[in-house]
């Protein structure tokens, strides 16, 4: 990689604004996910943890939302370098019936000139390719869920730096976006799969990147969300498979390799490295 010596000369060292949009349940859980990652360069990260303004969690302590959350009309005056919106449980309802629905809108609208490089994840990425593409959501008969292998469609990207030419990453949803629909956009397909389809796609119009899956999951995470759908299947019946490639001999008292942790860290590190090659040093520039 050769650095012009436009870029070289306007590399001022501050530290990255990054902002975490949490729409998780477990916000605990998710926020120190995403921390290990995106702080694991030597670039100074100065993380921001967001919450919707009117949604209230049930699932997190008031007392850590009050003392570590800001909501987004408390920093909607900012600007950031980075924005991450996160997954939510919620693939079952149409976008425009979710209760936050209007305020996301406002979000997803709102980083066109206040954020710098926008990364979808899971949820948040097809409620993103939904609002400026037109790209539908489709329910799948059964859950996608467990470790799948992808591949490596674009090498020369700089958000692939480093990836081997396949990986293995964590799934889990009940929706999916087509490839077909995806192709019609013309948005490059970064990471993609013969079973679940596209993975990482990158959005240059809107500087966004999306990701349907999970780099970020801890190693036992897919194994937490099978005991909860377990323990769920007692109350309405639902049949619950094992996550597919995920526990040994599909053994689920066998300790789960982590197969994906290396190439979640090049991911968010090259994504990290894009924003500090690229974003203005004077803040009040971006979005501009």
């Not at 964590?170 to 596209?198: A, C, F, K, Y």
């Not at 597919?244 to 789960?256: G, H, I, W």
């Not at 942790?261 to 501009?288: F, V």
Request: charged share 25%; net charge negative.
């Amino acid at each position: 990689m050769v650095v012009d010596e436009d870029t070289a000369s306007r590399q001022d060292i501050r530290p990255l604004r990054i902002g975490l949009l949490n729409l998780m349940p477990k916000k605990i859980q998710t926020e120190n996910q995403f921390a290990r990652l995106i702080g694991a360069t030597p670039l100074q990260i100065e993380l921001s943890l967001i919450r919707m303004s009117e949604h209230q969690t049930k699932n997190t302590a008031a007392e850590h939302m009050e003392e570590f959350y800001q909501t987004f009309q408390d920093v909607k005056d900012k600007k950031f370098d980075g924005l991450i919106i996160t997954g939510a449980p919620i693939e079952h309802l149409e976008f425009e019936d979710v209760t936050y629905w209007d305020e996301l809108v406002e979000i997803m609208n709102w980083t066109q000139t206040h954020v710098h490089s926008t990364f979808g994840v899971c949820w948040g990425a097809m409620a993103m390719l939904h609002h400026f593409h037109r790209v539908p959501k489709h329910i799948l008969p059964a859950k996608l869920f467990g470790a799948y292998r992808h591949y490596n469609k674009n090498p020369s990207s700089p958000y692939l730096r480093g990836f081997s030419d396949d990986c293995v990453i964590p799934v889990s949803r009940w929706t999916e976006v087509r490839r077909e629909e995806v192709n019609t956009t013309n948005l490059p397909i970064l990471l993609d799969s013969d079973v679940t389809g596209p993975c990482l796609i990158e959005d240059p119009t809107y500087r966004a990147l999306y990701i349907l899956n999970h780099l970020e999951y801890d190693s036992g995470t897919l194994g937490e969300e099978y005991a909860r759908d377990l323990a769920q299947n007692q109350i309405d019946g639902a049949d619950i498979a094992l996550p597919f490639n995920y526990f040994p001999d599909d053994d689920p008292k066998s300790t789960p390799p982590n197969r994906w942790r290396s190439h979640a860290h090049l991911l968010y590190g090259n994504w990290i490295n894009q924003i500090y090659q690229s974003t203005p040093y004077n803040m009040d520039e971006i979005g501009g």
